[in-house]
């Protein structure tokens, strides 16, 4: 495990876009596993500044996220595919066409899943896994009670809904079920790159980076993986 401890957000995020667009500059067709949510939206802002200075080129790059809500679909503003548009596709050169975010809108979710995973494998697995933290240590939506392997089905634990409510109007609007790669999907990337910033991040890192590996902080599982790499603020990770 690696861990490079900032001063702040933004240096967090200049990192893990470093790390990113160095591994684009090394393998112009890499697979890049991506997250949602707050923390990775600086580093998309950094790789969409690095293409517009014409220093990346993205054209050849796939890309698979980790999740999305159940019964929303990429129009839907909400959706995590809308997300993944919004702060990164519509502002590089990549072909949406190489771009999977699992369905949130299928009703056969298990079949949903094993197709997914079925993607994964026939991209030859992801060279990064770009992961955000949660609250209760989930990492996509692996919440706490289990380790699953693969892509599946999840209902959203209260406090992941709580945490989430903030970008909704109303917490009643959050959905309560997701679909998100299992940990077959992450474990298996040939690298993983875990950001975190913010105190209230600070109990799950410490958790998952130095506590028991168990499935009650899913994140844990990562101290298994044998190309980890932290980027977090002095905030989420105080001496
Ligand atoms: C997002 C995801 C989630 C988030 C986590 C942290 O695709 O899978 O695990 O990474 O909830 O979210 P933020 O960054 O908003 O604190």
């Not at 697979?31 to 580093?43: C, E, F, Q, R, W």
């Not at 999740?67 to 596709?89: A, K, P």
């Not at 494998?121 to 919440?143: A, M, P, R, V, Y």
């Not at 959050?174 to 077959?184: E, K, N, Y």
């Amino acid at each position: 495990m690696r861990i490079y401890r900032e001063k702040d957000y933004a240096a967090v995020s200049r990192r893990a876009a470093a790390m990113i667009g160095s591994l684009i500059l090394q393998k112009p067709d890499c697979v890049l596993g991506l997250a949602t949510g707050s923390t990775p939206i600086g580093a998309y802002q950094k790789l969409i500044e690095a293409y517009q200075r014409g220093d990346l080129d993205f054209s050849a790059v796939r890309t698979v996220n980790l999740d999305e809500y159940r019964g929303l679909d990429g129009t839907n503003e909400q959706s995590y595919r809308y997300f993944m548009n919004h702060q990164l596709f519509d502002h590089v050169n990549i072909d949406k066409a190489n771009t999977f975010v699992p369905d949130g809108m299928a009703a056969d979710g298990e079949a949903a899943g094993r197709a997914y995973d079925e993607k994964i494998k026939s991209l030859g697995g992801t060279d990064l896994q770009l992961l955000g933290l949660g609250e209760n240590g989930h990492i996509g939506f692996n919440e706490p009670g289990a380790f699953i392997a693969g892509t599946h089905i999840v209902k959203l634990t209260r406090s992941t809904i709580e945490a989430n409510s903030r970008l909704f109007r109303d917490i009643s609007e959050v959905p309560t079920q997701a679909i998100t790669m299992g940990l077959w999907g992450i474990m298996t990337s040939r690298e993983v790159l875990l950001v975190a910033n913010g105190p209230k991040k600070a109990a799950a890192l410490r958790g998952a980076l130095y506590g028991p590996v168990t499935p009650d902080l899913p994140a844990s599982v990562l101290q298994l993986h044998p190309n980890l790499i932290v980027v977090c603020d002095e905030a989420a990770l105080p001496e």
